[in-house]
């Protein structure tokens, strides 16, 4: 069983910088893939960015990739979104979720084990 917990959401302008972050609890973080979504109102739950169980592998959404970097940090349990140039259409809940049985480069959420409850980011124009 793992617990994922988020921090870092805010209220930032278009063109700032947030640093997301996702604290799991439990001895086995360095075993799972893990991953970031986010769901803007009114709209499904995307795939925004997942990394390797080792941090060797990233993979990123199309809109996110040079904006974006997703870290890890086996020792702290903790997995990171660095989102800079944030645009209006970035605003919305991000969740980070981990993926023990599937490959790191699948984007499929049903194949995601645990989620954390999610954290606002807000992008004013």
């Known amino acids: 069983q793992v617990q994922l917990v988020e921090s870092g959401g805010g209220l930032v302008q278009a063109g700032g910088s947030l640093r997301l972050s996702c604290a799991a609890s439990?001895?086995?973080?360095?075993?799972?893939?893990m991953g970031w979504f986010r769901q803007a109102p009114g709209k499904e739950r995307e795939f925004v960015a997942a990394?390797?169980?080792?941090?060797?592998?990233?993979y990123y959404e199309d809109s996110v990739k040079g904006r974006f970097t997703i870290s890890r940090d086996n020792a702290k349990n903790t997995v990171y979104l660095q989102m800079n140039s944030l645009k209006p259409e970035d605003t919305a809940v991000y969740y980070c979720?981990?993926?023990?049985?599937?490959?790191?480069?699948?984007?499929?959420?049903?194949?995601?084990?645990?989620w954390g409850q999610g954290t606002q980011v807000t992008v004013s124009s």
């Open positions: 979720a981990a993926n023990m049985r599937y490959a790191v480069s699948s984007r499929r959420e049903t194949n995601y084990d645990y």
């Open positions: 439990g001895r086995t973080f360095s075993s799972y893939n």
């Open positions: 990394i390797s169980t080792s941090g060797g592998l990233t």
